[in-house]
């Protein structure tokens, strides 16, 4: 007996000051939460074949368009985090470097990466002043900030991704519901800045595949940067909850000289700004859910006619707007819960005035039909039905990088060139 309350009073001496530590921690851990998501994608095309190219036939081909894995939660209170990893099958290459390839390419696209996509901290002493420092959405966008990956009513975004600078590493203060009342109105913002470096492909921000935005030498690549920023800024503004939220927002990336001073990159590439701005709107009531929103792109740099990727200072412009239309028959109690389709359809044009009489145009119409298997968790199981169809195919669209004018065969992101049948298959948990 002696012994056991010897051994009893020892087991308190560390067991209770450990549970009173551990009861007033500020190193309490709520999380992680672990979540992801797979989109298993079936599409073809009609009409490539008419081209003369053996990549231009037509076929049917399966892929990944995304799949994500990730990890969130809160380290402590108001210290919240989420890392998540992806791999999406689905980029946006096409034929390029084919002899006799397509004008305008397939949109398919035949490669993939898999990275690190957000790694972010964020601080959040109060609601309407919070800092967020990481890899991340840069909250430029109507479309590409408000709508995840895995609830998006197409199997596809709109082409405006071609024209805002995607995802990179920086810090913004940020805050929601500023001026939240009863009414559930309220006014969002966020501004930062961001490396000069976009994950996303292809899209107006990324040139430093061509070398054209070097990192500094010296000691480090963190210590030593190129000096040259993203900056951006979002407002928002929502009126009666899901009724409506309206946006705005921009950003600026300015490219200054060469580390040797020149104005103009070895491989032609003028190093001029480029400058963003968005306003969209979405919202809906009753089942019916809405969006559009217009994007616009400038440049003081424009692709040249004479050596492959030669640039002058002649500028671009690149617009893109689309509106998108959804009715969700269940929510609209027309069907039972084991039937909750939503036919939805939208339309978005692109174009570029480059300044050197390579304009381009590309329009395309999305019809579509969704299936949530359950009503009340419409996102963890789907299935999406799209046709795509192209129009005011004017020009030719290319990216500038070395291998080819401007003019290549490449689309804009989610750009469709030919009528496509897609076939999407999601679940998540």
Known sequence: MKKNLVALAVAAAFVVPGVAFASTSNNEDTGPVVYGYAQITGASQFGTSTNGSPAGSSGL????????????????????????AGWDNAAITGNTGVPGGN????????????????????YAPVPFAQLE?????LPVGNEYVNTEGNELPFVFRSM???????????????????????????????VGIADDSSLDAYNAY???????????????????????????????????????????????MSLGSTPNGNPVAPNGLSRSSIYTWNVGMHGGMMGIHYAASYTNMTTGRSFAAGPVGAMNSNGMLATDWNVGLGVNLHQMMLTPSWLDVEPAVRFDSFSINNHNGYDAKLDNTTVGLNYYVNSNNPHAAEVQLNYIIPSARQGKFG??????????NDAPINGMAYNTLMLQFQAGF
Do not use: C
Not at 209 to 236: C, H, K, T, V, W
Not at 399 to 408: D, E, K, L, R, S
């Open 61 to 84: 081909v399966f892929g990944a368009n995304r799949i994500r894995l990730g990890f969130k939660g809160e380290a402590v209170p108001g210290v919240t985090y989420n890392i998540m």
């Open 103 to 122: 004008l305008l390419n397939d949109g398919l696209g035949s490669g993939g990466n898999a990275s690190i996509l957000d790694a972010w901290l964020n």
């Open 133 to 137: 420092v990481g890899k991340f959405k």
């Open 160 to 190: 405006a991704q071609s024209l805002v600078p995607g995802r990179s590493a920086g810090a913004m203060i940020h805050g929601k519901d500023v001026l939240d009342d009863v009414t559930g109105t309220g006014v969002g913002y966020a």
């Open 206 to 252: 990324n040139w430093s595949e061509n070398g054209a935005m070097p990192f500094g030498s010296g000691q480090s690549g963190y210590l030593n940067g190129s000096g040259n920023y993203i900056a951006f800024a979002r407002l928002n503004y929502d009126f009666m909850g899901p009724l409506l939220k309206a946006e705005v927002s921009g950003s600026r």
């Open 399 to 408: 990216t500038g990088t070395p291998g080819g004018v401007f003019g290549a």
